[in-house]
Structure formats: C-alpha cells, structure tokens
C-alpha cells in the first residue's frame, strides 16, 4: 500500500507546527456542546461523514503532526480524510487558543497535491477549470446564457463578474444583480468569452500553483479592460480579490446604494419572514477583518422592512457542504449537510444568503416543504419593485 | 503488537451491525492519547458502539481473545487513562449519548456514559434543574469519562467529587456480564439509593478509569437551578492565611452556597491581573487569593457571603476586587478559561498533576511546587488549588514545548507526584501519571489487585491505569 512518511519533509505542514504541538486535544473542534454560547455539532464533515475523529479539525492536527513527525500513512485513506473538510472555519472560531485546524486541513491538501495524490474528483475539478473555467465543468458556452435577454454590455464604469457559482448555478443571481445595478443607473460591463475561473476553487483544494496560476488569466483579461470597480457576487471570488483596491463585493454596493437612494425598491405584496444564511466564505473573510457582508445583509433587508430572524440559536452553524470542494467530491455528503443545515432553521419563510454558492447547494437539497431559497439580488428584485435614484 | 488471536478477535468485531469499527491506521491516530502529557499508545481498533448490548458483545470478545479495551469517553481528563499503552482496542463511548430518564419526583436522571456534559446541563435546565460538580472541560467531557476518572470541578465545595453524586451505575464486567448497583440492583426499585442492600458496589467503579468494568449507564442526582449567582474574592498575604480561612469555612460547613471556590498563589495572581488590568500587575499584590462563587437562594447567598468575609478577614484576608472583576467577570466567562482547569492550556502545553489533600497540607503542598520550580526553572510551574467539602483538591501544571521538552517535563511531573505523596498528598485523576504511587500504597494495591483479578481476570480492561496490569 502506498503510504506518506519516511524521511521526506513537508514545507507547507511546517507553517504550522506551533498549531500542532500546542494543540491540547480538548475536542471543541469536533464534538462540543455547550448551550450558554450556542455551541453544538460544530463540525459538519464529522457529523456527515462519519465518528471517526480523523474526519475533523482535532483529526487534522494529529494527522499532520503524524506525518511530520515520519510516521507512514496510508495514502488512499489519508487523501480520502483530508479532501472531506469543508473548509467551513468553524473549528478556528472555536478553537480556545487559537490554533488553525482548518488552514492545517489546507496545508495538507497542498502537502497532497504537491505529490500528484489527489482524489479522482479533485483531478476532475482541476481539469474542468482548465477546459472549462467552472469547477463543475459545465460548458462554458453557458457562462454568460443567463445575459440572452440583457443588451450586450460590453462597456461601463462597473465590471460584474458573476463567477461560476452565480453564472453556472444560480444564473437567476447574476441577472437580478445586473437589474439592480441598471437601476441604479450603473453602467455595466461583462468580460463574456473572456472570462475566466478566479482560481478559488483550486485554492480550495490545495492546488496553490493551479490556482495562482488561473488567477492570473483573469487577473490579465481585467487588465485589458476600463472600468471604475470591480463588482463580484461568490463569495469566493471575492476572498480572492481581497484587498484589491476598487473591488466590491455586491451586498456590500447594494447596502450603500440603498442608504445613498441610488435604488429605491417599494414592496409588493406581504414581505416573507426571512433567515439569512451565512456564508462560511464570509465569516472568514469578516473574521480576517474584511467587510461583514452578513451584516450588510441584515442590514440592508431590516432597512426595507423584512422581519428577519436568527438562522440557528448557534453561532456556530453547520456548514452547508457546497465549500471545499465538497458538492463535487462527495455529493452525497454534500447534500446531506444541506439538509442537516435546513432542519437548524425553524420559523423562516425564506432563506436569503449573500453567497451564490450556498444558494445553489441549498435549491438543490430543498424538499417540498422547506422555504424557498433566494440570493440576495433574487429576493430584492422579486419581492420588491425597484425605482431608480433620485436626481 | 497484533497476535493471531488479538487479529482474529478484531475480524470479529467487523460483524457488528451496532457499532461503528475503525482499523485504518489514519482513523487511529486522534485516539492515541489524551489532554494529559502521559505517553501515547497506539491501539488496534477503535470501535464505537452505538447502545449498550454492542458493549456487551466487544467486551465478550475481547475477554475470548484477550484483547485489551480502553473505554474513552471525551478524553479531557490529564492522567493518560485512556491511553492505549497495551494496545488493542479504544472503545469510544461517545456513541452512547441518550438521556435515558429525568425523574423530578426521584431526582434523578439516568443517561448513558458518552452524553456531554453541556448536552446534559441543556436537557436539565428547561426542568429547572441541574447536577451537582461539573467539571471545567463540560462541553466535551463526558459524564462516564468524569465517573471513572474522579471529575471535581463547580459544585466540589458542596459535593466534593463528581463520584459523590452517583446513585448508582449500570455496568458490563470483562466477559459481558450486566451488573446495576444500588437500589437499581432490584429491578423492581430502579435508580433512587446508593448505599443500600450491602456494600457500596457503585464505588468499585468510580475513579476506576475503567479498569473493573465499563459503565454503560449512570444515575445522578439532580438540584434545583441556583436563583442568585454572587462572587467574591479575597487575598492573603500567605499561604497560612488562606488556609485558615478554608478550614474555617468547612469546619462551620458554610458550603451550601458556594458552587466553586479555588485558591490561587502569587504568579498566578499576577498573570490574572495582568490579563484584565496590565497597569496593576507590576503594584503590590496578594501572595494569595481565594476567589469564591456562590449560588442559592438570594438571601442565603447574602448570608453565607457575609459570614465568610468575616472569617477572611479574621485570617488576615482583605477584599480584593480587582481578581474578583479579573478572574470572574472576565476570564472565566470566556472559552478558554472554560477550556481545561482555566485556561491554563492556553499558554502551551501544560502537563498536570492533580492530587488531594486535607485542608491543613496546603502549605506542605506549596512547599513542594517551590522546590519543583527550583529544580526545573525549565518548566514554568503554576499550582492552583480547589476547596472541597472536605479538604482540597491541588493542581500542579508545568508548562511545557511540547516539541522540545515532553520527555523532561515527564520526569518532572513524575518527580513532583513522588514528592507529593512525601507530603501527604494522595493521587487524584489516577490513570497512568499516578501509577507508580497507588502500587506504593502495598496493602492498597494488592487489594485492589486481588479486586481485578476477580472481575477482569484476563487483565483485558484499560491495562495500565492504577498500575494494573500494565
């Protein structure tokens, strides 16, 4: 059988080895309960996948302090571990003392990857981005289908990119963000066939090479446009284009675009109560002192009326398995977290979430009887008519 | 080592429908060891039965093929008890996590070995009530790993130890058989009495670290919700003082109120106010501090709360407010000083050696970290100590790079458990760090072998532990 271990050394593992000889086996990250700080089953990849501590944070740890330390691994198993993490975050948010299980988890994939011992599917995804700049491998001739009835925009002071969750799974997203942008009197550009995959999937998947490299086809395409700012809707998409300087994510315009009146929606009809599901991507990204686009949301819905409620009691959710690659790797856990997840929420008559991602996951997981699932441009543009700005 | 016999017996287990079997060596390794600094082992098979009759059937074939099984429950406790050394077989009771009954008129509930305490303390509350100690790891450990390994915590100072509120246990011996203890010994009577029929049987188990059997359901007693939550703390300018001041407290049994009290030394103290109020740590400070949390009735909290300010300050004791905000406003309302006897894992690794004593031996306890801390000034040593019923309850924490120096911070806390025991002190959380100390007690050890022989006499079960067929 094929194993890790031995003498060779593992210069991503390294970065962490604080985090692995600290760690103290205290179980927060995998099985902690605790009702006064809304604490349950914090790990969503231990409670889908199996008990067995290797598939969580805890797990990862050891797992890695094994391998640094010249244990021999089996390799099929570890792999197979490894690429079962969402990547949720919530076993940092929680860890004590701070320590990093989830980065850990990332840092042996790219251990993985770096020696071509991937899952089929991981490989899969790889070369769908190449060939198809989706990690879905859906056509990419479908990338811009949901633009048919928009006029051809080509020029503008904002550039919209979609990504390949809202352009590929949730189209729906990508044409109501463009109305509501036409709204505010935005002029729109798209980058159409010369669009390109940000990378993050690979990212995700430890493949940092891959991903650095996608991330520049696109970084190269938006360099040969003329625009006043950058605009995304996945989540993804806009961890990696954090901290560039005319980047916004899209709540994050929306929310200063309704307090500025630049759009002004009236509802029609009776507003849905509303559970605003949060996206691992963002809470991540808020935790690292980025934007809270959660917040924005809230925000933004409470402004205009909409009763929204706490999605769990628990500020640690469940993830919905769309991250990390999971939907594609192991769809079947995937959809099950989705559900895990939707049975957390009670009192809702709409989900709403400001990730595409997490958007498609959970349409695609609901049952007859679940609440019906909007992103965030889709819930404003249906339930409300939207009136341009004033002056 | 795998011998035929222990392969063959782990095949078997692979016919289970109840029961979840790992063996890929990836699946093994989070199980090797626990929170303590106590060697890792490295067992065969982890198998994580779902109800207790799977219990039954891993220890029957266990106890055939002479595998050793190592029940673990959250694995928080510091004494290395479930660790594998013989190898064989982790049995993760994590999967038994069923409250199987809350019985208000008895006071009572009876829950599985693998329920957590947070889970417990969340079906308790809507009933308006509680359990008696509850350690400081609760929202991972688990009440069978708390049972076999002497858990003390909040609730120590009106019910001493974790064991103190069992009423009884339902327990399977090394070759499968089912014993309930207690009143539950009668079937028609159920969970209500500990101390009846004959011996107390419960206690055979309890601090046992699963060496005699495998609790496979408890009975706890339940208490009322505290209405009033009030804390005080107050120092001292020597170890004599707050002793005294223990002593008095206990010898007018003035308990009832007090969920948790714990007595901190002068580096402890200085690195609590330096968390909360860096400006004042470098100012005179107490050489000691007892910090007390009551819970009750409102006007007997008031009540209790006056009488013990009196009893400190005719110790020689003053208020001291500042450790007071510090330590229970602040810290001990965030997860890390939730997380492993306050925090102190927060710093690096911390090996810790828990021991017992009368309230009189403090400063013979003292005594003993400030030579430890001269002899290995590589290991910076906290000591912190917790008031019982009756006596304390003393933790010795060395903090340690665990990369570095694991093997010498071992030594040192081997040395210190000798040292203590010198003192007057006796093992607590026993498991593995302890070991060489309970076969020293000789009339002790060999009843308590002659006790194993009886009950596990193919030594399958948790061997190691109390120095037990190691």
């Known amino acids: 059988m094929a194993t890790m271990g031995g003498k060779e050394t593992q210069p991503h593992l390294t970065e962490f080895l604080k985090d692995l000889y600290h760690c103290s086996d205290c179980g927060y990250c995998a099985e902690a309960v605790w009702e006064e700080r809304g604490i349950d089953h914090v790990c969503a990849t231990l409670r889908s996948h199996s008990p067995a501590l290797s598939y969580s944070g805890q797990g990862y740890l050891k797992l890695a302090r094994a391998w640094v330390e010249g244990e021999s691994l089996p390799l099929p198993a570890l792999t197979e571990r490894v690429f079962s993490c969402t990547g949720c975050g919530n076993c940092e948010r929680i860890c004590p003392i701070g320590l990093r299980p989830m980065q850990v988890n990332r840092a042996l994939r790219r251990e993985l990857s770096d020696r071509g011992v991937v899952p089929e599917t991981a490989a899969a995804i790889r070369a769908h981005v190449a060939a198809e700049q989706n990690p879905a491998g859906a056509p990419f001739g479908d990338r811009y289908g949901w633009r048919d009835a928009l006029p051809s925009l080509t020029q503008g002071e904002a550039l919209y990119l979609p990504g390949c969750a809202a352009a590929h799974g949730r189209p729906a997203e990508a044409r109501a963000v463009v109305a509501l942008l036409e709204a505010a009197g935005v002029g729109v550009q798209l980058l159409g066939d010369a669009d390109r995959c940000c990378g993050a999937p690979l990212r995700e998947l430890g493949m940092a090479e891959d991903a650095k490299r996608q991330g520049g086809l696109l970084e190269a395409r938006l360099a040969e446009r003329s625009y006043d700012f950058l605009l995304t809707s996945g989540c993804e998409c806009a961890n990696t284009f954090a901290g560039v300087e005319r980047h916004r994510s899209f709540v994050a315009w929306l929310a200063e675009a309704l307090r500025d009146r630049r759009v002004r929606p009236k509802a029609h009809g009776d507003l849905p109560r509303v559970a605003c599901l949060e996206s691992c991507q963002v809470t991540q990204a808020a935790r690292a002192g980025r934007e809270d686009d959660h917040q924005a949301l809230h925000d933004l819905l409470t402004a205009l009326g909409v009763e929204v409620i706490g999605d769990t009691a628990s500020p640690y959710r469940l993830c919905c398995g769309a991250a990390g690659g999971m939907a594609a790797m192991q769809p079947e856990s995937s959809r099950a977290m989705a559900r895990a997840r939707i049975r957390e929420i009670s009192g809702a008559q709409a989900l709403v979430s400001v990730d595409p991602r997490c958007v498609a996951q959970f349409a695609a997981a609901r049952v007859a009887g679940d609440p019906p699932v909007y992103g965030v441009a889709e819930f404003i543009t249906q339930h409300f008519v939207i009136a341009g700005g004033e002056g | ?470």
Not at chain 2, 90 to 110: F, K, M, N, S
Not at chain 2, 225 to 237: D, E, I, K, S, V
Not at chain 2, 377 to 396: D, E, I, K, T, W
Not at chain 2, 429 to 458: C, H, M, N, S
């Open chain 2, 1 to 470: 080592m795998s011998t035929p016999e222990t392969e063959a017996g782990l095949v078997s287990l692979g016919t289970f429908v109840d029961a979840t079997l790992l063996t890929d060596p990836v699946d093994l390794v989070p199980y090797r060891r626990d929170t303590s600094a106590v060697a890792p082992g490295r067992p065969e098979a982890v198998v994580r039965p779902d109800n207790a009759e799977a219990v039954v059937e891993v220890l029957r074939r266990a106890h055939r093929g002479r595998i050793p099984v190592y029940a673990r429950g959250g694995a928080t406790m510091y004494a290395g008890g479930v660790n594998p050394h013989a190898g064989g077989i982790v049995l993760d009771l994590a999967g038994l996590d069923r409250i199987l009954e809350i019985d208000l008129d008895r006071g009572i509930v009876v829950c599985e070995p693998g329920v957590r305490f947070g889970a417990l303390l969340s079906a308790l509350r809507p009933h308006g009530q509680t359990i008696g100690v509850v350690p400081s790891t609760a929202p991972t450990a688990t009440v069978g790993g708390a049972l076999s390994a002497h858990a003390l915590g909040t609730g120590s100072p009106q019910f001493q130890s974790f064991g103190d509120q069992v009423a009884g246990v339902e327990v399977v011996l090394a070759d499968g058989q089912r014993v309930k203890t207690g009143s539950a010994a009668s079937p028609q009577a159920g969970y209500f009495q500990r101390y009846c029929i004959g011996p107390d049987l419960t206690g055979l188990f309890l601090g046992a670290d699963g060496t005699l059997g495998v609790v496979v359901a408890l009975a706890l007693w339940l208490h009322p919700l505290p209405a009033h939550r009030q804390t005080n703390c107050y120092g001292f300018a020597d170890a004599q003082g707050v002793q005294r001041c223990i002593q008095e407290i206990q010898r007018r049994e003035l308990v009832s109120n007090i969920w948790y009290a714990g007595a901190y030394e002068a580096a402890t103290i200085k690195t609590r106010i330096a968390q909360v109020f860096p400006e004042k740590a470098e100012g005179p400070l107490p050489q000691f501090a007892l910090a007390v949390d009551y819970r009750g009735e409102a006007d007997r909290v008031r009540e209790d709360e006056e009488r013990i300010a009196r009893i400190a300050a005719g110790s020689g004791g003053a208020p001291f407010p500042d450790f007071n905000e510090a330590y229970f406003r602040r810290l001990r309302t965030d997860e890390i000083y939730w997380y492993s006897f306050a925090g102190f894992f927060a710093i690096s690794r911390c090996a810790i050696l828990m021991s017992s004593m009368p309230t009189d031996r403090l400063g013979a306890f003292m005594e003993v970290m400030n030579r430890q801390r001269q002899s290995y000034p590589q290991y910076p040593l906290g000591a912190a100590v917790v008031m019982c019923r009756r006596g304390l309850h003393g933790g010795a924490l060395a903090f340690y790079d665990e990369a570095a120096q694991w093997e010498g911070a071992v030594a040192a806390m081997e040395e210190c458990a000798q040292a203590l025991v010198e003192a007057g002190c006796v093992p607590y959380k026993t498991g593995k760090i302890w070991a060489r100390q309970v076969q020293g007690f000789t009339a002790y050890a060999e009843l308590l072998r002659r006790i194993k022989r009886e009950l596990d006499p193919r030594g399958i079960l948790s061997p190691g532990d109390l120095g037990l067929g190691a």
